[in-house]
């Protein structure tokens, strides 16, 4: 480290949206250093232009992935004598969501026809597991056991096992409409960020293994 040189602390995030396809670096990294004019300077540095459609209603959604040593080198082309110091992911990825959204009727529609699907599946799932292992068999023979005489098909044993399995996914996915039962996250959340880590980790991959990575020459 030189005698006048600064340090300059960044961190980027494995994943940052973007809705400007003129990408900054105040966009996707957060930065501090003892001068507070550099921090100033370097958020307006453009880091990256994604293309731009001709028309506006079909453009996509873009995605980049880059090498934080790029980075860097942008920071040095501004700053020669600055020391980076990087507390964030060393590759990682931009991806540019154009605006404007879609209409909300459009994602309204959406998630009901995901909401059925998962209704009806789920239901099916549910019966096809109780038919399987003969969960209707075991309450009749158990209702007879222990009432002495037979099932009539709708007993206290199929009330209390319909509740319960009810009460069960409720608390499970710690959810009950748009509340949370704990402040802990939900397993879909749980999956949804494993699930995401791993379509991360992928296209990081895949970018480098095929040289689209946005690095240093």
Same mark, same amino acid.
């Given at each position: 480290?030189?005698?006048?040189?600064?340090?300059?602390?960044?961190?980027?995030?494995?994943?940052?949206?973007?809705?400007?396809?003129?990408?900054?670096?105040?966009?996707?990294?957060?930065?501090?250093?003892?001068?507070?004019?550099?921090?100033?300077?370097?958020?307006?540095?453009?880091?990256?232009?994604?293309?731009?459609?001709?028309?506006?209603?079909?453009?996509?959604?873009?995605?980049?992935?880059?090498?934080?040593?790029?980075?860097?080198?942008?920071?040095?082309?501004?700053?020669?004598?600055?020391?980076?110091?990087?507390?964030?992911?060393?590759?990682?990825?931009?991806?540019?969501?154009?605006?404007?959204?879609?209409?909300?009727?459009?994602?309204?529609?959406?998630?009901?026809? *995901?909401?059925?699907?998962?209704?009806? %599946?789920?239901?099916?799932? /549910?019966?096809? &597991?109780? +038919?399987? =292992? $003969?969960?209707?068999?075991?309450?009749?023979?158990?209702?007879?056991?222990?009432?002495?005489?037979?099932?009539?098909?709708?007993?206290? *044993?199929?009330?209390?096992?319909?509740? %319960?399995?009810?009460?069960? /996914?409720?608390? &499970?996915? +710690?959810? =009950? $409409?748009?509340?949370?039962?704990?402040?802990?996250?939900?397993?879909?959340?749980?999956?949804?960020?494993?699930?995401?880590?791993?379509?991360?980790?992928?296209?990081?991959?895949?970018?480098?293994?095929?040289?689209?990575?946005?690095?240093? +020459?």
């Amino acid at each position: 480290m030189g005698v006048n040189s600064e340090t300059l602390y960044l961190k980027i995030e494995t994943n940052t949206i973007v809705t400007d396809r003129h990408v900054k670096l105040s966009d996707i990294a957060k930065m501090e250093c003892a001068n507070p004019a550099i921090v100033r300077q370097l958020k307006q540095k453009k880091v990256y232009t994604f293309q731009d459609a001709i028309d506006v209603k079909k453009q996509k959604n873009q995605m980049a992935v880059f090498s934080v040593l790029k980075v860097i080198e942008l920071i040095h082309e501004e700053y020669p004598n600055v020391d980076v110091s990087n507390e964030g992911e060393s590759d990682f990825i931009v991806e540019y969501i154009p605006y404007p959204k879609k209409p909300k009727w459009i994602n309204a529609i959406k998630t009901a026809l *995901l909401c059925v699907i998962i209704f009806f %599946g789920s239901a099916f799932t /549910i019966m096809a &597991f109780n +038919n399987d =292992v $003969g969960v209707t068999d075991l309450f009749s023979k158990f209702y007879l056991q222990v009432m002495g005489e037979p099932s009539s098909g709708v007993t206290e *044993l199929e009330i209390c096992y319909s509740v %319960g399995l009810g009460i069960g /996914i409720f608390i &499970f996915f +710690n959810h =009950v $409409g748009r509340k949370k039962i704990t402040h802990d996250p939900t397993p879909i959340q749980v999956e949804m960020r494993k699930y995401e880590t791993d379509i991360d980790t992928t296209f990081i991959d895949n970018a480098g293994r095929k040289g689209h990575s946005i690095d240093v +020459n």
